[in-house]
DNA sequence: AACTTTTACAACCGCATCATT
DNA sequence: AAATGATGCGGTTGTAAAAGT
C-alpha cells in the first residue's frame, strides 16, 4: 500500500522550535483541540508540517509531560519493562505516566543502555555478555594476581563452565564491585547472604571473614571472593584457550580501562553462548540496572548463588553444579527494593546499584498486557 | 581563553498499522 | 479488495551545552 508524505514540505520549516511557535501551537489546541494534524498548521498559522506539529505537541508541549530527571523508581521501571518489552517505547512510556516515549529512548540510549555495558549486560537482551565486561580490568588482575596460576592446565577443564550466565553475571558484578566500591561490595555480599553461606560452610573454623580496615580497603584474605574470582579468571583463560589464542601479547592488556580492549574471539564466543539464553518472560528476574541482570536470580533461600556456593565443595566451586543451574530459577521475587532519593547523582546512582539485586515486577504491571 | 570532544536530547525520517473511502 | 490518508512508532541525526585538554 503507498504510504502518502504526510505534508507539502516545501517551504515548510524545520529544526527547533521557536517560542513563538510553541505558543502559536499550544494557544490552537487548547481552542480547538488537536484534531487533524495535517490542517492544525494552516489553521494555527505555522509553517511546518503536521506531523512535526504533533511530535512537538506529544514529546514537549503537552501539558501532563513530566520533565526533569528520571527518578530512581522510574529507572528501574524502565529496565523491567525493556527486558520484557524491548524497544517498545511506547509501551513503555504507558507504564512510566508523564514521560514520552521519545524521552524514555533517549534516556535509555544516554544512560541506562551505557551502563549495562559497562557491566558487561547486553542491553538487547539483558543477559550477561563477557565480552561487554570492561575485560582489561579483569585481565589487569588476573595478570597481576594469579600469573603463577594461570597455565594450570586443570584449569582447562572448567571451559564450559564460562558459558553459564548466572556464574558470569554474579562474578562480573563481583568483579566490578571489587574495583569500583569495595565497600559496596560488602555490601553487596551480606544482601545476598554470600556471608551467611561463608561462614557457614568455608570459613567456619578459621573466623576468615572480611575486614575492612580505617580506610576501607578490603584486607586479605577474602578467600571466598578470591576463590569465585580466581574461578572467573581461570574461565576468560579458557575462553582464549578454546580458540588457542592464549594470551600472546600481554601488553595489549596494559592496564587501560577500555571498551576496545575487548578479546575478538571471545567476544564471538560469548556471543554465541549468550545471545539465544534469554529468559522466558515468565520467569523474568528483574536486577539492578547495573550489577546483574534478568537471569540472575533474585537473592533468595532458593538463590542459584546460594545454590552455587552451597553446592559447590567446600573451597572451591564445584562447575558440574554451576553447569546444570536453569538459566532462570523461578525464584520468588523480591520485593525489598530500596531506592535513593531521585535526587542521587547518576555516580551514586551507578554505585549503589551495583548492590540491588532485588529487583520486583510492580504489581500493576499486567504481563498479558503485552502478550 | 580557545579549541576539541563528548554528551544529551529535540527533532526528523521512513516504515508500519489502522481507519476510511 | 484495493487505494488512500492519518497517526503511531522506532531508529537515527543534528546541534547546543557541557566537559575535557
Redesign the pocket.
Known sequence: ????P?CD?NGL?????TPEEDHKLITYIQLHS??????LPKNAGLQ?????C???W???LRPDIK?G?FSFEEEETIIQLHSI??????????RLPGR????I???W???IR?RLLRNGIDPVTHAPRLDLLDLSSILRSTLCNQSSSLLNVSNLLGTQALLNPELLSIVSTLLSLKQENPETLLQYLQQNQLFNSINTHQLQNNQNIMQLNDHHQFQTPVSDVSSLLNQTQFMMQAANNVEGELFSDMTDFNCQNSQENLIPSTSSLMNQAFVSEQAPINQVLYSSPSSSNPTVPVPSESSSLQSVLNNGNQNNFNFDSVMSTPLSSPAPLNSSSTYLNNSST?DERESYCSSFLKFEIPESLDISDFM
Not at 511546518?48 to 512535526?52: D, E, L, M, P, V
Not at 514520552?100 to 524521552?103: A, P
Open positions: 500500500m503507498g504510504r502518502a504526510c514540505k520549516k524545520k529544526g527547533p522550535w488537536p484534531g487533524n494534524w495535517r490542517n511546518r508540517c503536521g506531523k512535526s504533533r511530535l512537538r506529544t514529546n514537549y520533565r530527571r518489552l524491548g524497544n517498545k517505547w511506547s509501551a513503555i512510556a504507558a514520552t516515549d521519545n524521552e529512548k533517549n534516556y540510549n544516554t544512560h551505557k547518576e
